[in-house]
């Protein structure tokens, strides 16, 4: 069963860089999409990103939302059975815990998803 670590996250003056990563052990990490989330304290939970797998036809397409399209950047690295979100130009209303996600084998990055880890505080402040 997949268990996805998240880390890299941390506190960081507006403007400023992170990258967070997402790992797994499992042998069909590399299969599945992966998907991040963010949620901050009141609001409700937002997708942030999402990575296809590096195989065809879906080719590591990429996708992101609107609020961080630009600024934020999702790769993965098979070898490391390892995903990546740098997330550049940070500000306060990028504050939240990330977490990391998959999807359904061979759906992409369509919901549902699932085997969340356990998530990383990202604070952006001055």
């Known amino acids: 069963q997949l268990k996805l670590v998240e880390s890299g996250g941390g506190l960081v003056q507006p403007g400023g860089s992170l990258r967070l990563s997402c790992v797994d052990a499992?042998?069909?990490?590399?299969?599945?999409?992966i998907v991040w989330f963010r949620q901050a304290p009141g609001k409700e939970r937002e997708r942030v990103s999402c990575i296809e797998p590096n195989i065809s036809p879906r080719n590591g397409t990429t996708s992101y939302a609107a609020s961080v399209k630009g600024r934020f950047s999702i790769s993965r690295d098979n070898a490391k059975n390892s995903v990546y979100l740098q997330m550049n130009s940070l500000k306060p209303e990028d504050t939240g815990v990330y977490y990391c996600?998959?999807?359904?084998?061979?759906?992409?990055?369509?919901?549902?998803?699932?085997?969340w880890g356990q998530g990383t505080q990202v604070t952006v402040s001055s």
């Open positions: 499992g042998s069909t990490f590399n299969y599945l999409a």
């Open positions: 996600g998959t999807a359904v084998l061979g759906a992409g990055c369509r919901p549902p998803f699932g085997s």
